[in-house]
């Protein structure tokens, strides 16, 4: 993904002079140093200084640039005053590329991105959105740059991802609009990110055991795309919701948050990282223990609607 980032971006930056790019200590890991050498002058890595990182995409937003500020999610967190105080209050047009967003493997607890869902969406004017893979993390990258009314987060998992091809020109999305990938009766899925292939397998299997899964892209946390949410859960006996995120003030809290706003009643189920620091291990193997490996999301669907599986 972070490769995908650097070749998106210096494709942009040769068309438009306004694009800059900032880091803290970290243009490898987030695949601007290649973007470092072709626009010396237009790149700021600011070193261990998140805060200073963020700050400085304010002072280049308002002089009419395009700051796109990458930096893993869990340091991040290291700026969110600066990120509320900064940035969001004034409406400025950053673009947050929140790298290594969920599970990291054996980087270990003070590297894996648990909390960036939670704590970007409760900032207002802020808009987060999260990719099912590298093509879709590029048309992000061209719908935020596009997006002068405030600022962006897209966030995205450490990885090589999924080998999809990519665009040569990468068009924007629908602004807040998600993406319907399979209809069903039964179980609607809704899905952001990283979990969306994961939902699509789920759905799979949930069909070889008699069920009649939906799945829903979501793409974006904030703003939610409430008429395409509305419009399914009313045609599906429950919900489930999947996030490589903590439960907590997550992307399943937002949809619990609009059916309760609503007044709908529904049965709602939702996935996500659990709220402890999780440890050392693959990746794999840290989403099985966490809840969210394929087995696992296969045996809560099923409970949701009350049926056992055969396998």
């Keep these: 993904y972070s490769e995908v980032l650097g070749r998106t971006l210096l494709q942009l930056a040769s068309r438009d002079p306004e694009i800059v790019a900032i880091t803290a200590a970290m243009p490898q890991g987030t695949g601007l140093h290649d973007f470092a050498k072709r626009f010396p002058e237009r790149f700021f890595d600011v070193g261990i200084a998140e805060q200073a990182a963020v700050s400085l995409s304010a002072g280049l937003a308002l002089c009419g640039l395009k700051p796109v500020v990458a930096i893993y999610s869990t340091f991040l967190q290291r700026a969110f005053d600066q990120i509320v105080e900064e940035v969001a209050l004034e409406k400025l047009p950053v673009l947050f590329c929140v790298d290594r967003a969920g599970i990291v493997g054996e980087d270990g607890p003070t590297h894996h991105g648990l909390l960036d869902l939670s704590y970007l ?5 802020f808009t987060v959105m999260a990719p099912k893979d590298e093509a879709e993390l ?6 935020a740059l596009n997006h002068r009314n405030g600022p962006s987060a897209i966030r995205y998992p450490k990885g090589r991802g999924y080998g999809v091809p990519l665009e040569e020109e990468p068009h924007p999305i629908e602004w807040g609009k998600s993406e319907v990938l399979r209809v069903g009766s039964d179980l609607l899925i809704l899905a952001i990110g990283s979990m969306v292939h994961r939902a699509l ?3 799979d299997i949930l069909q070889r055991e008699g069920v009649s899964p939906g799945v829903v892209n979501v793409r974006f946390v904030k703003p939610l795309d409430e008429e395409t949410i509305l419009d399914l859960v009313a045609g599906h006996r429950a919900v489930l919701t999947l996030e490589e995120n903590v439960v907590e003030g997550g992307f399943g809290s937002a949809v619990l948050e609009l059916l309760a706003r609503k007044g709908i009643p529904k049965k709602v189920r939702c996935l996500g990282l659990p709220a402890r620091f999780v440890e050392h291990g693959k990746r794999e193997e840290l989403l099985e223990s966490c809840g969210l490996g394929l087995k696992s999301i296969v045996k809560q669907a099923l409970e949701l609607l009350g049926q056992e599986g055969t396998s």
């Design 121 to 125: 969406r409760a900032i207002p004017n």
């Design 138 to 143: 590029q048309r992000m990258i061209v719908t």
């Design 201 to 203: 397998q789920a759905c």
